[in-house]
């Protein structure tokens, strides 16, 4: 071998630089200086014992903001898809009946997911912003008798927040786990896993939480524990297999959560009613305070709006996501994001917006 044929990219001896933005779409949104600053410590060995004392207060915080005691709590290293496929493939194997409720992409995507390890899927399915009442759950559980029942609390393609209370107890009748993706919602609208009777449930860090992408805390219930660590084979992944990571959290022994924001939130779409833009979600109560949809404003090409509020605002807002994709605008209010402030922003870029778009109408 006589020398190299691939050079050091030039790219690679640039210095690095990122800009600084409002990140205001479904997530990630913006980090505080406090969280940067703790992801530029040093870094420990995976079994310092500092290392271990750090896990224990991630794990205490899990618990704080999922408000659950369950010993079986922790922080997944990946993005929330990692916790999503870590809750369906140690919950479920191959050949078991599994309801799942569609009413946007996160419910898709939990259907292929169990699909793809072999599962029987059983789907509940409405339209793009809709939800389900408790009559239409039971009937269903009583229908396909799963052993999983998933359900997305905050689904952030049509931003609904879907209700939670008395779904627990019908799932425990049905001999059922209760597994909620909260993703989206988590810490901006109200969930408390024990007292709602969640079996398993997941959130991610790079939304309401306000830090990076790559962890996503989860926790599983006794009732839970008691499927997961009896099955009659092992979970499909090595890296996502629950037996290897409770072992390594320590979850035989035993804050962050941002305060609710609703009122912002109730704020903002004042606004854009006052501009004359309508939400998405009809049924007051079903709307996300985290992510709010709004009608694609009729003769307007939506990306030339979320492109010009990026290039003249430096500010993210999103279209739409699967179902919602070409009709929804998409503003996200997060944690730190979630401010009258930065809704004042957030409205005069739209205002801004339509009024320099007009011109290029579709
Ligand atoms: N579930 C919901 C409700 C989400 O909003 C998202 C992310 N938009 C995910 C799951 C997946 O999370 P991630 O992008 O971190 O993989």
Redesign the pocket.
Known sequence: MSSLCVLPPECLLQPFTVPQRLMLG??PSNVPARITAAGAQPILGHLHAETIEIMNQIKSGIQYAFQTQNRVTLAVSG????A?ECAIFNSLEHGESVLIAINGI?GE?AAEIAERIGAKVNTLVTSAGGYFTNEEIEQALDKYRPVVFFL?H????TGVVHPIDGIGDLCHKYNCLFLV?S???LGGTPICMDEQGIDIMYT?S??VLNAP?GT?PISFSERACQKIFNRRTKPISYFLDMNLLANYWGCDDKPVLNIIKKEVAEYFHKGLGEMGLKLFVQDKKARLPT?TTIVAPPGYDWREITGYIMKTYNMEISGGLGPSAGMVLRVGLMGCNSSKANVDKVLEALADALKHCHKSRV
């Open positions: 479904p997530g993005p929330g898809h990692a999503m996160w995507r997305t905050g689904e952030s393609s993706d993703v989206a919602a991610g790079q939304k992408p996503a992510v």
